[in-house]
DNA sequence: TTGAATATTTAACGGCCGTTGATTAATATT
DNA sequence: AATATTAATCAACGGCCGTTAAATATTCAA
């Protein structure tokens, strides 16, 4: 069943130049300083027109954040059938790959504000998908130092808003022991 | 040498008041949909006075988070004075105890997009302090299972923003091979 | 090719923003 | 208690926001 209903030129034509002049912008300046009137003259569309199409900017953020998570999560899927998570944890480079593609986006991405719109998808669908597949015997080799206390402490920020965000559901004992048995699982100790 | 110049109590006054307007507006609805207006009424303070103290409503939550972090801090500082990691990594139960104390902010703060402001702060801060206490040997106990994978994943989107906010300092596939390491240490595998 | 459908433009609205200059009020100091 | 200092108010500015209604232009399909 071919579902397959033309889209009207016009909407199509409007929303690929106010995409690219969003996208041309983003990387110029800061997101928070982009304003509508901006992207409406560059793309050569009324400033109403904008607002047919998208709610306002952080909507157009959306949008284009939407696309490079399918993008991440179709990467994973392609290379191994049955499990996405197999795939991101057997080998990453193309994930790291991807970014690298996209550099530009991504940069302004994370020196900016909004990251945590682009964090949260990747998150959450990366936990989802991790669960599965836990639990192993281990050999470690090295790990560079400030990458792993990078590693860590982002670690640590996520479980704290995890526990947050679902109304601490564990007291404040257990979750100070689960958290030094994952700094103990990964060598970080005190004194 | 006391260098405490006394404050105008009209200064303290409205700032207290600006602040506690603030918090109460914060806890109740979403932060970008606060206006100065809002502030100002509640506060019972001409709408100028407020932009007398604050550049404007990101200020005013920055000023609060950097309240909360220099609580952090000192918490950890406290506990052990040769080393501000040696506290933290020991037990950090007080430091769940703050936020537990502190949840009606910080709940807002994590259900909100200003999250990352605060996540800046404190992961600055841990990686800093971490990176002095890494290395040692380990004995493996057991994680509840879904608060392990949010830990891993948050670590992971916080290795790539590492990655891009340094310029891509490494290739991908050096990155690839200290996640997978990374990991591996931790007892997540493919397959 | 023509008519129907609809995307876009135009102009205008009230609202909040951040800033300014002049005025009024509160405070600190003597 | 009188005075100098300075904080807060008030009113007004141009700017962007998000929305609307009517007019215009473009596309689609018969």
């Known amino acids: 069943m071919e579902n397959a209903i033309k889209t009207d030129r016009r909407i199509l034509r409007t929303k690929q130049s106010i995409r690219k002049s969003f996208l041309e912008l983003f990387a110029e300046k800061e997101f928070e300083h982009i304003t509508i009137n901006e992207i409406a003259e560059r793309a050569n569309v009324n400033r109403g027109t904008v607002y047919l199409h998208y709610n306002d900017k952080y909507d157009l953020l959306d949008t284009c954040i939407e696309e490079h998570i399918n993008e991440l999560i179709s990467l994973c899927k392609n290379r191994e059938n049955d499990s996405v998570s197999q795939g991101m944890v057997h080998d990453p480079k193309p994930i790291f790959d991807y970014f690298h593609a996209h550099f530009p986006f991504f940069a302004a991405m994370f020196s900016n504000q909004r990251a945590f719109l682009f964090r949260d998808r990747l998150l959450n669908f990366m936990s989802t998908n991790l669960l599965l ?12 130092h400030e ?7 982002s670690a640590f920020i996520g479980i704290v808003e995890w526990w947050i965000r679902h109304q601490t559901p564990h007291t404040t004992q257990f979750m100070a022991d689960q958290v030094r048995n994952l700094f103990e699982q990964n060598r970080v100790y005190p004194a």
Chains 1, 2 share one sequence.
């Open 133 to 144: 597949k836990m639990e192993r015997p281990a050999n470690m080799p090295v790990i560079e």
């Open 147 to 153: 990458l792993k206390a990078q590693f860590m402490a």
